[in-house]
C-alpha cells in the first residue's frame, strides 16, 4: 500500500461563537492515499467542509496532527502554508470563485504567474483545451454558462498539476446533467494525473462512483469503507 499523502490525528477545530466556543470536529482521525478517489458525506453541519479546509490549511486545527504530502502544517508559518498549497493542492469550490475582469484563459493563468512559470499562457490554454473550452478562452466569467465556469475553475485548481485535489460540493450550483459532465471531468483529470481526490458532497450515488466512501457525523467520523490508518 502506498504511504498516504494526507493524515490527521487526534485533530480537533473549535471555533469561538457568541455562545462560546464551538466544537467543529472532534477527535478526527483520518488518511488518504496516494492515487485515490474518495467521497467525505454526512449531514450539513457534520463537520465535511471544516475537514478540508483543514486538509488545505485554510483553518488551522486547535489541537492533533495534520500532515499534508508530508507537510506537517503545524509547523508552517502562512506563507508557508500558501506556498504549500500552492504547490500541493488544488482546490474546486461550489462557487466558482473567478476573477469577473478575466478572460477564462487570464484566470487559469493567474496561479502559474504567481509562480513565477515562463510558459503560464501556453499552459492555460493546454488546459482550457483539456477540459473542452478551448473556444471560449477570452470569454469572461458573465459570458459562461454555470458549467463552463466550473471547468475554467477545475483548469486552474489543476495549473500547477497538484497531488491532491480539494473538491467541497463541486456540482452544488449545477443542474443534474451538467453536474454529471463535470463530475466525469474530474474524475478523468484525477485518474489521468494520479492525483488523490477528496470530494465533499451530499449527492449518495456521487459518493458511491467514488473508491471509498468516509461518512461524518457531529464533527466525528462515523463511518468508513477502507481502513487506512493502522
Known amino acids: 500500500m502506498t504511504e498516504p499523502i494526507v493524515v490527521l490525528k487526534n485533530v480537533r477545530l473549535t471555533l469561538p461563537s457568541r455562545a462560546g466556543p464551538v466544537s467543529i470536529l472532534r477527535d478526527v482521525d483520518f488518511a488518504a492515499r496516494e492515487g485515490q478517489p474518495l467521497a467525505i458525506v454526512g449531514p450539513s453541519g457534520s463537520g465535511k467542509t471544516s475537514l478540508l479546509m483543514v486538509i488545505a490549511g485554510l483553518e488551522r486545527a486547535t489541537s492533533g496532527k495534520v500532515v499534508v504530502a508530508g507537510h506537517d502544517l503545524s509547523r508552517l508559518n502562512e506563507d508557508e502554508l500558501a506556498l504549500m498549497r ?9 462557487s466558482f470563485y473567478l476573477v469577473p475582469t478575466m478572460t477564462a484563459l487570464e484566470n487559469v493563468a493567474l496561479p502559474l504567474e504567481f509562480a513565477g512559470a515562463a510558459d503560464a499562457t501556453t499552459t492555460a490554454r ?3 483545451q483539456e477540459v473542452g473550452l478551448s473556444h471560449r478562452i477570452e470569454h469572461f466569467p458573465a459570458q459562461l454558462s454555470g458549467g463552463e465556469q466550473q471547468r475554467v475553475a477545475i483548469a486552474r485548481a489543476l495549473s500547477r498539476r ?10 452544488g450550483n449545477l443542474d443534474r446533467r451538467t453536474g454529471g459532465q463535470v463530475i466525469d471531468l474530474l474524475f478523468g483529470l484525477q485518474r489521468r494525473r494520479g492525483a488523490t481526490l477528496i470530494l465533499v458532497t451530499h449527492d449518495e450515488r456521487l459518493a458511491e462512483a467514488c473508491e471509498r466512501t468516509v461518512r461524518m457525523a457531529d464533527g466525528r467520523v ?7 490508518l493502522s
Open 222 to 228: 462515523e463511518g468508513d469503507t477502507e481502513a487506512v
Open 126 to 128: 493546454e488546459l482550457l
Open 162 to 171: 497538484p497531488k491532491l485535489i480539494l473538491a467541497d460540493e463541486p456540482t
Open 86 to 94: 500552492g504547490a500541493e493542492i488544488g482546490i474546486v469550490f461550489q
